[in-house]
């Protein structure tokens, strides 16, 4: 049975203080308050937000989340390393040529963020950029030009 991560439905990180989890669980009670919810009607499983506030703020508790969450994540990735979206070309990037950085390619994502790889980068072999925005990677398929 899959334990459902309190920081995640939080939106705090697993370091986040006591007041700040205590914050991050008002702000989700008072977002989801139905006279508040007219516009922007709530995903919030507010039971779940409830339970995640009962542990993280029992020191106790959250001690005893804490270890099964990190034996439940602590896997090492797979070998094959991120999950690679698609393969797409460095041509189909965008280049911006700047005089005081280094050049950067940039592809945007389909959730609105960008897939940002400079040639410092390439340079160094990296061949695969992660998305800010959503964590999706591609892979970029280029060549490397050798200097004459
Ligand atoms: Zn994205």
Same mark, same amino acid.
């Given at each position: 049975m899959a334990q459902p991560d309190y920081y995640a439905v939080l939106g705090v990180? &697993?370091? !986040?203080p006591d007041d700040e989890i205590t914050r991050a669980w008002r702000r989700l009670v008072l977002a989801s308050h139905p006279d508040k919810t007219r516009t922007a009607p709530a995903q919030t499983d507010i039971r779940l937000v409830n339970e995640a506030r009962a542990v993280l703020s029992d020191p106790v508790r959250r001690a005893a989340f804490d270890a099964q969450r990190v034996s439940n994540? !602590? !896997? &090492? &990735?797979? &070998?094959?390393?991120p999950r690679i979206r698609e393969h797409v070309s460095l041509e189909a990037f965008t280049a911006h040529p700047s005089a005081e950085e280094p050049e950067r390619f940039t592809l945007e994502c389909r959730c609105g963020q960008e897939y940002v790889v400079t040639v410092d980068e390439l340079e160094a072999g990296v061949d695969v950029v992660g998305c800010p925005g959503c964590g999706e990677y591609v892979g970029v398929d280029y060549e490397v030009v050798e200097e004459e």
């Open positions: 990180l &697993p370091t !986040a994540h !602590a !896997a &090492p &990735p797979p &070998p094959s390393g």
